[in-house]
């Protein structure tokens, strides 16, 4: 069979073909089964474990199996989960060629790109913070959105740097970082919050 396949939620289901190449004295037996990766079942994909049996004057054989994918409207990056071929037992001359396969679930929701917690908190001491930016949903091409500081209690300069920053996703990437310097006054002072934006407006490919 094919070590990879691709899907799209929208789809509903993926063929799985597993191939016995070679007459056998007998027929064969074998056990295809799924397994969890980043895609989990049954929230991702409908599980499954069926025993295929070969029969022992066919040459090459396929047999295709079809695997639910449910459409659940959430917007993710694309997930994984495994396809696996185990024999039951010892089968004398037969082996195992590909015995797994990597079935690639993509999102076909609506693009969007946020932040990937609402709340950071740091230290003065830390010197800077790293702030996710989370793209969900895949693109066939690159997207960019700009990231921008905005203050509230604390301000530029005196509690951090303004950092604006355009943020660019290329088509197989999920996640970017930004990082925002913070400003050590050596002040002892109250907690202190400034914003994170991103601004739509200069949205692109989105």
Do not use: H, W
Not at 58 to 65: A, H, P, T, V
Not at 89 to 105: D, E, M, N, V
Not at 158 to 187: L, M
């Amino acid at each position: 069979s094919s070590p990879e396949y691709n899907v799209t939620e929208d789809d509903g289901y993926v063929n799985v073909t597993v191939i016995k190449n070679g007459v056998s004295a007998a027929a064969i037996a074998v056990l295809f089964s799924t397994r969890d990766q980043t895609a989990t079942a049954p929230g991702d994909y409908i599980p499954i474990e069926n025993e295929i049996l070969f029969q022992p004057d066919i040459n090459e054989q396929l047999i295709s199996l079809v695997i639910p994918i449910p459409n659940d409207e959430l917007q993710e990056p694309p997930e994984c989960f495994l396809g696996e071929i185990t024999l039951p037992g010892i089968i004398p001359g037969t082996q195992l060629g590909q015995a797994t396969a990597i079935i690639t679930i993509t999102d076909d929701d609506r693009i969007s790109v946020g932040f990937n917690t609402t709340e950071y908190t740091v230290s003065e001491a830390d010197g800077t913070i790293t702030i996710e930016i989370t793209k969900y949903g895949a693109t066939t091409r690159a997207i960019s959105v700009e990231f921008s500081t905005q203050d509230d209690t604390a301000t530029v300069q005196d509690d951090y740097e303004s950092t604006v920053v355009v943020v660019t996703f290329a088509p197989d990437s999920f996640q970017e970082i930004v990082t925002v310097p913070i400003v050590d006054d050596g002040t002892a002072e109250p907690a202190q919050r400034f914003y994170g934006r991103l601004a739509l407006s200069n949205a692109q490919g989105v």
